[in-house]
């Protein structure tokens, strides 16, 4: 099956600075990723929708500026947290499409995010 | 826009024993897909099973069956001869094939216990 990696899958950071998570899909091309964010016991949220060669769609709420997002391959799509915060502590997680398998997303195996 | 609900924030089972895990969504779309995901502690999103709308059957996967009623909206996973691997998160999960991308909007989550 189609595998999505992440990397790192934990950081740790001092508040203020930035961190960047990367999502590669290894055996596949994808033109679009998805970033989702999850809080203990909690669902996945969609955060934005990463397009190879353009803007990223963010979700409502999400902001822009503090989370950027580049999909400038078609096998990567990174995030990053710009002047992370605590409470953007939290879990992130990709996931990907395969263009022939459009009804089905693969999701990588997540990065645990800490901010000091 | 749709949303999923599922009812059950925790469930458990004995081993060997079949549980039956409730999801209902909301929509106004004829035509779309619905999945089960699990999450077990490593946190990796797993597919467990798909179905999708237009067809009537009830999708199969092993031990894990799904009983479809598109007119209540009703979409809940049965697993048969539980195992204690079978421990986890689990979420049900709905995407639209009318709008463009393919996003998941996903439910609360329900926690599988399997008791040995």
């Known amino acids: 099956g189609a595998v999505v990696s992440q990397h790192p899958s934990w950081v740790i950071c001092k508040s203020g600075t930035s961190v960047k998570i990367e999502c590669r899909s290894l055996?596949?091309?994808?033109?679009?990723m998805f970033w989702y964010r999850q809080f203990p016991k909690q669902s996945l949220m969609l955060m934005a929708t990463s397009n190879e060669g353009s803007k990223a769609t963010y979700e409502q709420g999400v902001e822009k500026d503090k989370f950027l997002i580049n999909h400038a391959s078609l096998t990567l799509s990174t995030l990053t947290v710009t002047s992370a915060h605590p409470e953007d502590s939290s879990f992130y997680i990709c996931?990907?499409?395969?263009?022939?398998?459009?009804?089905?997303?693969?999701f990588g195996p997540g990065t645990r995010l800490t901010v000091l | 826009a749709q949303t999923v609900t599922q009812s059950q924030p925790e469930m458990s089972v004995q081993e060997a024993e079949t549980v039956t895990l409730s999801c209902t969504y909301d929509?106004?779309?004829?035509?779309?897909?619905l999945f089960w995901y699990k999450q077990p502690p490593s946190r990796q999103m797993i597919l467990v099973i798909r179905?999708?709308?237009?067809?009537?059957q009830n999708a199969t996967e092993n031990r894990f069956s799904v009983n479809f009623q598109k007119a209540a909206k009703s979409f809940s996973l049965k697993i048969s001869d539980s195992q204690l691997g079978d421990a986890a998160m689990y979420f049900c999960?709905?995407?639209?094939?009318?709008?463009?991308?393919?996003?998941?909007?996903f439910g609360e989550g329900t926690q599988l216990t399997v008791n040995p």
């Open positions: 996931s990907a499409s395969p263009p022939l398998a459009v009804n089905e997303q693969f």
């Open positions: 055996d596949f091309q994808a033109t679009t």
């Open positions: 179905q999708e709308a237009y067809k009537q």
């Open positions: 999960a709905y995407r639209s094939t009318e709008t463009s991308g393919s996003r998941l909007t």
């Open positions: 929509t106004s779309e004829s035509d779309y897909y």
